[in-house]
């Protein structure tokens, strides 16, 4: 089955700074690519995904890039605020059938005011 | 976006008792919806599969005669935790699979937060 690891665990950055989350993934089957940011008590709420046909997608500060030959996708977040502190997860899928999403283990990026 | 709601937000009950939590695609049909749990600091585990108007593929490890799933309609799926005990206090996620917008995505609930005493 899918293996997506995701790293780093826990990323503190100060305001203003980049923050980057990086995912590998292990099922070359796999095809869409989904970003999700979880709050304190909340359920994940879908961010950004990408489709395997797409190498990079970006809307507004948030990015993500796709590299398929190397398996491995990446979250971008420019100019990070504090309301950008939350835990991040990503996930990979194959679109067809039923298949499910397969979570990497969450990254809790906190923003430093 | 799409929106799934999930009702109730919290639950406390005694042990022993049955509690039923509801997942609702409010502004698309969900061909597809999943449940999941979550402990603290962790990651989603995914505990069944459910397509509408058939039985719920249950993952390995989880016991489809303790936690009931229905998912009768396009828009709703229940999961009912039967003769709950402590262990079974977690968060209960829900998530729907359709398109929306013309793209294919999953979108999740806001969760239930279940404490069984």
């Known amino acids: 089955g899918e293996n997506v690891e995701q790293h780093p665990s826990t990323l503190s950055v100060q305001e203003g700074d980049s923050a980057v989350i990086k995912c590998t993934y292990s099922d070359s089957a796999s095809n869409y690519f989904p970003w999700y940011k979880q709050e304190l008590g909340k359920g994940p709420q879908l961010i950004i995904d990408?489709?395997?046909?797409?190498g990079e997608k970006k809307d507004q500060r948030i990015a993500v890039t796709l590299n398929k030959t190397a398996k491995h996708f990446s979250l971008h977040i420019t100019e990070t605020q504090p309301e950008d502190s939350a835990v991040y997860f990503c996930?990979?899928?194959?679109?067809?059938?039923?298949?499910?999403?397969?979570f990497g283990t969450g990254t809790r990026l906190t923003v430093i005011p | 976006g799409a929106v799934v709601s999930q009702h109730p937000s919290r639950v406390i009950c005694k042990s022993g008792t049955s509690v039923k939590i509801e997942c609702r695609s409010l502004d698309f049909q969900a061909t597809t919806m999943f449940w999941y749990r979550q402990f603290p600091k962790q990651s989603l585990m995914l505990m069944a599969t459910?397509?509408?108007?058939?039985?719920?593929?249950?993952e390995q490890g989880v016991e489809k005669d303790k936690f009931l799933i229905n998912h009768a309609s396009l828009t709703l799926s229940t999961l009912t935790v039967t003769s709950a005990h402590p262990e079974d206090s977690s968060f209960y996620i829900c998530?729907?699979?359709?398109?929306?917008?013309?793209?294919?995505?999953?979108?999740f609930g806001p969760g239930t937060r279940l404490t069984v005493l």
């Open positions: 996930a990979a899928s194959r679109r067809t059938g039923a298949n499910n999403l397969f």
């Open positions: 459910s397509n509408e108007g058939s039985k719920a593929t249950y």
């Open positions: 998530s729907a699979r359709g398109t929306s917008g013309g793209a294919y995505t999953q979108y």
């Open positions: 990408i489709r395997s046909n797409v």
